[in-house]
């Protein structure tokens, strides 16, 4: 069930603990993941809704589904081909149970003991990390569509978060043979 962005109450970024901004400074992120994730915190991802505001010429709704107007729930997690990779990730990464509502309310406070990974899970990554990237990935995608019209479809979202993955695991090897 979808609720209206109106019903979603999100906490300041104030109140994120200093022990989750350390924790989150300490990953190894690029700078993608690391702007996402800190413009998602603080509220500052520029959806069609809020450029709007800004200017009239711009239509409030998405630019994909072109049904609903366009908030920072439905740019990440709500547009129906995103709220599919979201459930497919949740299916293959995540434990049982864990919802898209969880997923955020663990986002905006920066605290993930909530959401345990599967046992099977194709990764060592904690849910951070697997958060992270999905969300940098969710971002990249949109764009892509925006500016240069590259369709985004839950397979191509899902195998381009997989090969980040696959790339952020890569480099953190190589960080940790090299520490």
């Avoid at 998405?62 to 547009?79: G, N």
Wanted: include cysteine.
């Amino acid at each position: 069930m979808v609720l209206a962005a109106s019903a979603r109450v999100l906490p300041r970024p104030s109140s994120i603990a200093a022990s989750s901004w350390n924790a989150f400074w300490a990953l190894f992120l690029n700078y993608t993941q690391r702007n996402v994730l800190y413009r998602l915190v603080h509220r500052k991802i520029p959806t069609r809704s809020r450029l709007s505001q800004f200017n009239d010429a711009i239509d409030p709704h998405c630019a994909i589904c072109l049904t609903v107007v366009e908030s920072t729930a439905h740019f990440f997690f709500y547009c129906e081909v995103k709220q599919h990779f979201w459930d497919r990730l949740i299916q293959e990464y995540l434990w049982p149970g864990t919802s898209v509502a969880l997923i955020q309310q663990s986002i905006q406070t920066l605290k993930f003991d909530r959401i345990p990974v599967r046992l099977d899970s194709p990764t060592t990554f904690e849910p951070l990390v697997i958060l992270t990237v999905a969300l940098a990935e969710v971002w990249k995608a949109h764009w892509r569509f925006i500016f240069h019209q590259v369709p985004v479809t839950t397979d191509t979202l899902f195998a381009s978060f997989q090969r980040a993955l696959r790339k952020q695991q890569a480099e953190d090897d190589l960080a940790s043979s090299n520490g």
